[in-house]
């Protein structure tokens, strides 16, 4: 346990008001879904209430692989790192769609929702993302073909094959379950950097009512049709530059649970003043969105792959979100090395070079990770 973390048992509930000057009470109404399970209410609350005391750290795969090792029960790199896992725990549907037995990143949907239930069960939250097929065109998430949103959407040419694609989701989500029999609750994350061009969702790849309609039609599909309640909803862009552009594609209030972007510091920033700036400005205007529209900002995803600077942690990314108040904040996975040259990782390993660095992040006052939410029965 964190030193940080034994405050709230040592401090009458009341004093801990008056010394933060903030109420600790939740004030968000209900989730997106009114017919949310009890633990997904619960959740809903909770992240708004955890918006005073820190930031939740995530990191995507983490319970799967890490850099040098797969599938070894109960390991993770930040638990080798810090001796905790994270808060938030991200894992990613791609190729459900299409009856694949492994997701895009070669990991078992079979070991993913053991993973799940794991991560639940140390009181976590999930996180999930789709990197979706084409419905269009069969090929991947990233072949933006003209006609692609139109097509999956009601009345369009490819709708019947997307709502077999949500089906599939629906079955996957409702067969995650709690130790009681309850639903594990989950952030359910579609169509993700919504900004950009790269996805066939994305940007100029369709209008903003087109987007705007995919994601009515896929939520209330799943809640409506599938009777899906477990799920809370998040919106997420790439890097953007106003308020107006963040909203362009916004599907409305009564859809929306969780707002927030992605930023890698590698494609999206030269340098670490420049990503303190970047996300230090989007995360101000991030922040001003949520509290108009009563919604949980966070850093969906995040990173800086191969972590060469070995103080990052604490003199760049620490500096970049501690002024802001964000949920959670979603490192990106750590699949490894090809070769020297080839590597994609975004969290530290047991010897990575701002492994050290990780630990100082991880004992800051303003980082929260596994024991320290699991103090916070975030399902109750
Ligand atoms: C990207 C990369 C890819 C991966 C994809 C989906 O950012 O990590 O290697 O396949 O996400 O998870």
Redesign the pocket.
């Given at each position: 346990m964190k030193k940080k973390a034994c405050l709230s048992f040592f401090f009458p509930a009341i004093l801990l008001t008056s010394l933060t000057g903030k109420t600790q009470e939740a004030t968000y109404a209900l989730p997106a879904d009114k017919k949310a399970t009890k633990e997904t209410i619960a959740l809903y609350h909770n992240l708004e209430k955890l918006l005073n005391d820190g930031i939740m750290f995530g990191h995507?795969?983490d319970l799967a692989y890490g850099v040098g090792w797969k599938y070894e029960p109960g390991r993770s790199d930040i638990k080798d790192v810090t001796g905790d896992y994270p808060a938030v725990y991200g894992f990613?549907l791609?190729r459900l769609e299409i009856d694949q037995p492994v997701?895009?990143?070669s990991v078992p949907f079979d070991k993913m929702k053991s993973f799940i239930r794991d991560a639940y069960d140390r009181g976590g939250v999930i996180t999930l993302?789709w990197?979706l097929n084409n419905p269009l065109t069969g090929k991947t998430?990233w072949d933006p073909a003209a006609g692609t949103v139109a097509s999956a959407l009601p009345g369009g040419e490819k709708n019947d094959l997307y709502k077999s694609w949500l089906d599939k989701v629906a079955a996957f989500i409702l067969d995650l379950k709690g130790k009681h029999g309850e639903y594990i609750p989950v952030i359910f994350r579609p169509f993700h950097e919504l900004n950009g061009d790269w996805f066939w969702w994305g940007g100029k790849n369709c209008t903003p009512v087109e987007l705007k309609q995919l994601y009515q039609f896929t939520e209330s599909y799943l809640r409506d049709k599938k009777n899906v309640h477990n799920l809370l909803y998040a919106y997420n862009t790439d890097k953007f530059y106003s308020k107006e552009e963040y909203l362009k594609r916004y599907p409305g209030d009564e859809w929306v649970d969780v707002i927030g972007f992605d930023i890698y510091q590698a494609y999206n920033t030269a340098s670490n003043e420049d990503f303190i700036r970047y996300s230090g400005s989007m995360l101000a205007t991030l922040d001003s969105i949520a509290t108009d529209h009563k919604k949980i900002p966070a850093l969906t995803?995040f990173g800086y792959n191969g972590l060469k600077d070995s103080v990052w942690w604490t003199n760049t990314f620490l500096k970049a979100i501690a002024p802001y108040k964000i949920s959670y904040a979603l490192a990106?996975?750590n699949?490894g090395f090809t070769n020297a040259d080839h590597y994609?990782f975004y969290a530290p390993y047991k010897g990575q070079l701002s492994a050290g660095d990780f630990v100082e992040f991880y004992r800051n006052e303003k980082t929260l990770f596994q024991m320290d939410v699991a103090a916070k029965r975030l399902y109750q």
């Open positions: 995507q795969d990613e791609g997701n895009l990143d993302s990197h998430a995803e990106w996975r699949a994609e």
